[in-house]
């Protein structure tokens, strides 16, 4: 059971994932979690970073195709941004979810990773179907600790203009 909760790899952010690396180990599909792995939770806009990561992506021969457990109109919405294929299921860590991206990217066990930022549901998920998963720090939890970090500065400069 701990075994299949376990990412073969884990990173800050999509943008350090070495695609370099999935090629050389023969992987050039991927199937990507939206909220907190694509776009920051419950927010609209994309960061350009992780825009231009998917486009390098791509620009190499990666297919993407989103997994998500949320509604289907926002995630055809973000799909269509990036330029990415939608898995048609849902119900992430349920394997049908994973099995309709394989379809939709034509894919297989040894040609597909999942990268996501949850492990009840992307890593435990994809690693039911023996995928090479990736976990992700949430995007969200990275920009309150840069926030929180930035507040202590602000304060911390504050204080020393009152002296
Ligand atoms: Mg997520």
């Known amino acids: 059971?701990?075994?299949?909760?376990?990412?073969?790899?884990?990173?800050?952010?999509?943008?350090?994932?070495?695609?370099?690396?999935?090629?050389?180990?023969?992987?050039?599909?991927?199937?990507?979690?939206?909220?907190?792995?694509?776009?920051?939770?419950?927010?609209?806009?994309?960061?350009?970073?992780?825009y231009q990561w998917v486009k390098a992506g791509q620009e190499m021969g990666f297919r993407f195709c989103i997994v998500s457990n949320g509604s289907f109109?926002?995630?055809?919405?973000?799909?269509?941004?990036?330029g990415v294929l939608v898995a048609p299921k849902r119900g992430k860590p349920l394997s049908r979810a994973f099995k309709s991206a394989m379809l939709k990217l034509d894919g297989n066990q040894h040609n597909t990773a999942v990268i996501g930022d949850q492990i009840f549901t992307d890593i435990l998920g994809g690693n039911r179907l023996n995928l090479y998963t990736i976990l992700v720090e949430p995007i969200s939890k990275r920009e309150?600790?840069?926030?929180?970090?930035?507040?202590?500065?602000?304060?911390?400069?504050a204080k020393r203009r009152k002296l």
């Open 1 to 50: 059971m701990f075994e299949k909760l376990k990412p073969d790899q884990m990173v800050e952010s999509v943008c350090n994932v070495n695609l370099e690396e999935l090629m050389r180990r023969g992987i050039f599909n991927i199937i990507i979690d939206l909220d907190n792995t694509l776009i920051p939770w419950g927010d609209e806009a994309i960061i350009p970073e992780i």
């Open 144 to 157: 309150f600790i840069g926030t929180r970090i930035m507040r202590f500065f602000e304060k911390t400069i």
């Open 73 to 82: 109109k926002r995630i055809r919405h973000f799909a269509s941004k990036f």
